[in-house]
Nanobody, 121 residues
């Protein structure tokens, strides 16, 4: 069974930093894109940052220059380093991976369970 397991969320003061991790486990043959999304209370889920297998990255305007996405392909892990956090960054953060399970002929999107990030003012 394929799973994405997130860690690293928590409570931090404005201006502080957190690092999120998301590790893929189970029978994974290959991973294409990996990304972080977030959903604040009462709002739609939005893309925060994404990265391709070759390391290309893209960011939401609201986090560019403060957040950095990176990945370790060998460990099937994606990270999100969040600096200069603001109260408006408070949300549940979800890991997403477009991957091909072993035995499958196609790629599909998988999601982590979500991790809460709360930034206090």
């Amino acid at each position: 069974q394929v799973r994405l397991v997130e860690s690293g969320g928590g409570l931090v003061q404005a201006g502080g930093s957190l690092r999120l991790s998301c590790a893929g486990s189970g029978r994974i043959l290959a991973i294409n894109t990996m990304a972080w999304y977030r959903q604040a209370t009462g709002k739609q889920r939005e893309l925060v940052a994404g990265t391709t297998t070759m390391g290309r990255t893209n960011y939401a305007d609201s986090v560019r220059g403060r957040f950095t996405i990176s990945r370790d392909n060998a460990q099937k892990t994606v990270y999100l380093q969040m600096n200069s956090l603001k109260p408006e960054d408070t949300a549940v953060y979800y890991c997403n991976a477009n991957l091909r399970p072993l035995g499958s002929s196609s790629y599909a999107d998988y999601w982590g369970q979500g991790t809460q990030v709360t930034v206090a003012s």
